[in-house]
C-alpha cells in the first residue's frame, strides 16, 4: 500500500515536472517569436538609421573577417587533403576542385562562417545588450520615449542579415583557394583541371542555396543573441548564462536549420 | 494639486514583495523627497511613477492618467513629459558625455543641432562636466557619471523629474553643488520633482515634501519641516543614523 502510494508520487512529481518544463518551453518560444516579429514591426517604422546599421555591419562583418578568412582557409586546405587521398583511391583526381567547391558552397561556407559568427561576434552582442539590461540603459531608452528594439535591435538584425552572407562569399572563396593550394601545389593535382571541375559541376542552384542558408543563419545569429541579451537577468551570473545560453542555443538551431534547408532545397 | 498619485500599489520581484500598497500623492511643482533604507524599493516605487515597471495591483496616476495599463504610444506621450536620473546613471557606453546628454534633444524634441550644441554645453558647465563632452562613460569617475546623467535629466527641461539617488558616492562639496543646482533648476522651470535621497538633514533644507518608505510602504508623509518634527519611532531612527546604515535583515 505504501509502495504504491509511494510511485503514484514519484510519478506524479515527474511528469509534473515534464510539464512545467514543456510549458517553459513553448512559452519561450513564444516569446522569441514575437521579440523577432516586432523587431521585424519596428523595423518597417521610420527613423531608419542607418548609423547604426552600419556601425553594427562593421562590428559583425568587417571585425570578424580575419576569423573567418582564417578558418576558412584552413577548412579548405584540410578538405583538399582529405578529398584528394580518397579520390586517388578511384584515380578520380581531376574531380577535387568540384568535391572542395561544393562542400564549400553547399554546406561547409554557411556553416561554419555562421558557427565562428555566433562565437565571435554573437557572444559579443549578448554581452553589449544583456550589459545595457543591467545597467538600465534599456530603461533609459524607454524612459526617452526611443523604443529598444528599434534603436538597439533592428541594426542588428539587419547586419547580421547583410553581414554574415557576405562573411560566407569570403569563407567560400577563400576555401576554394584553400583547397586549390593542398591539392595542387602540394599534392600534384592538375590545376587546370581544378577549375574545370568546378565551373562544370558548380550550378546556380547551388549558389543560390548557399546564399538562402547565409541569409537565415545570420538572422538566427542576431535574432538569438540580442534576444538572450534582451532578456539577461538582474543578477551577477545573469550575463555569463545569457551568453552560454546564447551561442549553444544559436548554434543548435543552425545545425538543425540546415538539415531541414539542406533536405527541402535537394 | 496632486501630479503623481499612486494608489494601493503592491509589486512583487523574484518572489519577494516590494511594494505592498503604496499610496502616495505628490504634489506638482513641488520638490518630494523619498528616504528609506537601501533595498526598501525606492527605486521600484520611482520606476512604477514612469511606467518602466507595472504593479501587480493597485493604480499610478499622473496628471489625471491612470498610466499601469498604457502601452505603446499612449505610454510614450506620457513619458515625455518625464525625465529619469538612475541610480547607476544609465548613461550609454557607445555614446560619449555630450552626445549622452544631447541624446533626448536629438531623439525626442528633435532640436535643431546648433541648439542641441548650446544648450548641451550649457548644462555640462552647470554640473561642472565643461570641457569633458568629449569623454566616453568608461573615462568617467563615478560622480562625473552621476552629473553627466543628471545632465541628461535636466537639459529637457520636462514637467517631471524623477532623480534616484543624485548625490550618493559624490563628495559633500559637489553634493551641495549638485544640490544647488537642482533647487535652482526647480525655482526656474517648476517642473514637479521626485528625489530619492539618504542626504539627511541637507533635504530637509531643499525639499517641499518628505515621505518615508519602509516595509513596502509609506510610512510618513509630510511638509519638510513638520517631517522633522515628527514623533514616530521608526521615523526618528532612519533620521538619527543619518539614513545610511537602515538594511533589510
Ligand atoms: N528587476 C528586478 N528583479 C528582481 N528583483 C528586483 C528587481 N529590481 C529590484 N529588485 C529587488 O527589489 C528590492 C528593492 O530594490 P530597489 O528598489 O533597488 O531598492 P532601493 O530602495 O535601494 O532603491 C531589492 O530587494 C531588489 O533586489
Ligand atoms: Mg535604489
Known amino acids: 500500500m505504501d509502495e504504491r502510494v509511494a510511485v503514484s508520487r514519484v510519478l506524479t512529481a515527474f511528469v509534473e515536472r515534464l510539464g512545467r518544463a514543456t510549458l517553459f518551453l513553448i512559452r519561450e518560444m513564444g516569446r522569441m517569436l514575437i521579440f523577432m516579429l516586432s523587431t521585424f ?12 546599421i552600419l556601425k553594427q555591419l562593421h562590428f559583425i562583418g ?11 582557409a ?7 587533403l582529405q578529398i584528394y587521398y580518397t579520390l586517388r583511391k578511384f584515380g578520380s583526381e581531376a574531380v577535387l576542385g568540384s568535391v572542395v567547391a561544393l562542400s564549400m558552397i553547399r554546406e561547409l561556407g554557411p556553416v561554419l562562417a555562421a558557427l565562428m559568427v555566433t562565437a565571435r561576434a554573437g557572444s559579443a552582442m549578448t554581452a553589449e545588450i544583456g550589459i545595457m539590461r543591467i545597467t538600465e540603459q534599456i530603461d533609459a531608452l524607454d524612459t526617452m520615449a526611443v523604443n529598444p528594439l528599434q534603436y538597439l535591435i533592428a541594426p542588428k538584425f539587419v547586419a547580421g542579415l547583410i553581414g554574415v552572407p557576405l562573411l560566407v562569399a569570403i569563407f567560400d572563396v577563400v576555401g576554394i583557394y584553400g583547397g586549390y593550394l593542398v591539392g595542387v601545389d602540394l599534392l600534384g593535382a592538375n590545376p587546370g583541371s581544378y577549375w574545370s571541375s ?40 545573469g550575463l555569463g548564462t545569457a551568453t552560454t545560453e546564447a551561442v549553444v542555443l544559436s548554434s543548435v538551431l543552425i545545425l538543425i536549420w540546415d538539415y531541414f534547408l539542406t533536405s527541402v532545397l535537394l | 494639486m496632486a501630479m503623481i498619485k499612486l494608489a494601493g500599489v503592491e509589486k512583487t520581484l523574484g518572489g519577494q514583495p516590494v511594494l505592498c500598497g503604496v499610496d502616495l500623492t505628490i504634489p506638482a511643482g513641488k520638490l518630494t523627497t523619498i528616504i528609506g533604507g537601501s533595498g526598501e524599493g525606492k ?3 520611482l520606476k512604477h511613477i514612469i511606467g518602466l515597471l507595472q504593479p501587480d495591483r493597485g493604480e499610478v496616476w499622473v496628471d489625471g492618467i491612470e498610466i499601469s495599463r498604457l502601452r505603446g504610444k499612449a505610454l510614450n506621450e506620457v513619458r515625455k513629459r518625464f525625465a529619469m536620473l538612475f541610480q547607476g546613471a544609465a548613461l550609454f557606453d557607445s555614446l560619449t558625455v555630450f552626445e549622452n546628454v544631447a541624446f533626448p534633444l536629438r531623439e525626442k524634441l528633435r532640436l535643431p543641432e546648433t541648439e542641441v550644441v548650446g544648450r548641451v554645453e550649457e548644462k555640462l558647465a552647470q554640473v561642472g562636466l565643461a570641457g569633458m563632452g568629449h569623454k566616453y562613460p568608461a573615462e568617467l569617475s563615478g560622480g562625473m557619471k552621476k552629473r553627466a546623467g543628471l ?12 532623480f534616484d539617488e543624485p ?44 515621505a518615508m518608505l519602509k516595509d513596502g510602504k509609506i510610512v510618513a508623509m509630510a511638509p519638510s519641516a513638520d517631517f522633522q518634527r515628527t514623533t514616530d519611532p521608526a521615523v526618528l531612527e532612519f533620521i538619527a543614523v543619518g539614513g545610511m546604515v537602515t538594511l533589510k535583515p
Open chain 1, 62 to 72: 568587417y571585425k570578424s573577417t580575419f576569423v573567418v578568412v582564417l578558418t576558412a
Open chain 1, 198 to 237: 568546378i565551373e562544370s559541376a558548380v550550378e546556380w542552384k547551388d549558389v543560390y542555396g548557399g546564399i538562402l542558408k547565409s541569409i537565415s543563419f545570420g538572422l538566427i545569429v542576431s535574432w538569438v543573441c540580442c534576444y538572450k541579451g534582451y532578456n539577461t537577468r538582474m543578477s551577477a551570473e
Open chain 2, 167 to 210: 548625490t550618493t558616492g559624490l563628495d559633500p562639496l559637489m553634493a551641495k553643488t549638485i544640490h544647488d543646482l537642482i533647487v535652482a533648476m526647480h525655482r526656474a522651470f517648476g517642473f514637479t520633482a521626485v528625489m530619492v535621497s539618504h542626504e539627511i538633514p541637507e533635504i530637509f533644507s531643499i525639499s517641499d515634501w518628505v
Open chain 2, 43 to 45: 527605486s521600484v516605487l
Open chain 1, 41 to 52: 514591426a519596428w523595423l518597417a517604422r521610420p527613423p531608419l538609421r542607418p548609423f547604426q
Open chain 2, 151 to 162: 545632465a541628461r535629466a535636466l537639459v529637457m527641461e520636462p514637467e517631471i523629474i524623477l
Open chain 1, 74 to 80: 584552413f577548412t579548405g586546405m584540410v578538405l583538399g
